[in-house]
């Protein structure tokens, strides 16, 4: 008995507990890593912008200080002080201490004011345009990413048919031409040639005088004005995903997996979603990070087209006007949000697929 | 090759013909991927186009009022715009910009790719990881509205310094590429006997790893032209780059400000510059296909 007890626990301790504790590590690990990847690359854009404004040759501030003496004849430490109020930045403190502040200021929201609609906070005026961008880029590429996975199924099941054929030429034409030249060409074919529709009427983000609610008239009015954008979106992506999926599902047809299932005498349904779309379906989410950031990239591009109110027209037009702190803020806003959207994707992934926590996390 | 060799002093009559074969031997290996061929041919097209054509066709800026929107015609192969002014004179006149800095962009992002793509592969350790979190960085970071906010702080009036900025910023796919590629050739058998053998790591990156990387340099290259004539073009369009002179951009970015895209008679003005953007676009992303059969030694045996 005695003996038992001595010689039994040599065996378990130095093999079974620290398997448990490296799991738990590596798990741990991924997490870890990949969120403080995502702060690490803010942290790397937020001192990039401010050194950016504060230590370019013709920097923002020292411009805006001098068309205020020009403008309104103000003395120079009038100027200076009215710039550092707008730009929310000491301008007497050491460059470090600047930093320190403009830090301190971000993580409380603070983005200091527009230059040109004086008092208007620049969180503010993000606010109330950034939610259209997520909107019309969110929609987009949800509708984009599932019908190309679709088709990219049936191209790979159907694989050298005429369906096969044609949607392949489609998708390389879609995927190779510049998103903003599909935005232009609807425009102009439906637009103004064909007249299917009043491009003029679907301006904005809403109709004037809409009232936003839960009630059908604005969500009506809101799929309206957000439709052309929606579907430039879903055109200029919708190819990459069809093309990397057929490619993907191709692979997958041939796995062991694929053909025990079969053997197995399963569903042919039940094979098509669980065995094969959902595995070659992985490949695409390492994509969708980088398709994120393309498009909301290019949205400054296609809201100018379609005149759709949402933050890229904001940042191009804090870009025309000048107007430093908008333009400083807004830019800030559309990177975090593409490295949060790019940490939701990976975090997705390694859902559906639990190697990439051993593997690449590693 | 092997004939001149032979022969001692190669005269100028065998380099010809070894360079007239070698041209046949491309164009053959080209044309087995249809698709590609004809993207090639595009390619090839619009860049004697852009630079021959110019001598050809002459460009008459003046205004003309009796022939605005005219329709295309023997006179007019495109039309005329806004301003009565042939629109085919300026396609023909507009693509040199554009080529040059994809051209130039391409170049040096490429370059940028392979060198420290290679070296982070090869060299490995702290080295890779510190090129790994900078591509990473400059990958995550929205491109074109970074652009987009530089031309607010830089006057970007000259084509080799918008190239330059293009360059800087387009790298990073490529250089994983390119990175993950040469992991893959380190660990092939006739490169560890290289090493094996001791023979140099001059003679192991230009002999045995870039000459098997070949048709993923010049398809990156490819690549990050249309990547640059993307950003270039969609810059000029916003009107974020003061650029003057003939340009299919300027062409599109002034049938733009100016409304006229909204007149049904604008139908040609409007779609010759941006078809020849599209086409172009398009060429370059299918002559890739066959590029990969030319240098991809692999596929050339096989198939």
Redesign the interface.
Known sequence: MLALTTSAPAIPVGVAPPRTSLWTRIIRNFWVRRTT?AI??IF??VSLTFF?VRL?P?N?IEVYINSLIEQFGLPYDQARNQAAALFAIDLDAPLFLQYLSYIRSLLRGDLGTSLLSAGTPVSSIILRFLPWTIFSVGTGLLISFTLGIVLGMIMAYRRESVVDHVLSALA??L????N??IA??L??FL???WKWVD?AAMRGSMSPGMQPGFHLAFIKDVLYHASLPILTYVITTIGTWMLTMKSSTISTLGEDYVTVAKARGLPERRITTAYVGRNAALPLFTQLT?AI??I???S??IE?IFVYQGI?LV??RS??Q?DYPV?QGV?LI??IS??VA?LLADVLYSRLDPRIKLGKGE | MTHAALMGEPTWRDVLENFLHSITTFLRLMARNWVGFIGFLVVIGFVLLALVGPYFVELDLKTNVSQIYQTPSWKHPLGTDHQGRDIWAQIVHGGKDILYVAFLAGLISTLIAVLFGSLSALVGGTVDSIIMTITDIVLTIPQFPLLAVLAGFVRLNSLTLLALLLAVLGWPTLLRAVRSQVLSLKERDYVEAAVALDMGLRHIIFSEILPNMMSYIIISFTLAMTGAIYAQVGLIFLGLVPMSGQNWAVMIQLAWVRGAIFFKDSLYYIMSPVLAIAFFQLGLVSMTRSLEEVFNPRLRAGV
């Open positions: 990847k690490f690359t790397v854009v950016l370019m013709a923002p390389s034409v995927s190779s031409v510049p903003y030249l232009m060409m425009v102009v637009g103004v040639q491009i980088i950031g393309f909301v990239g290019g400054l591009l100018s890229g940042l191009l870009i025309t000048r333009m830019f559309i990177t593409v490295i790019n």
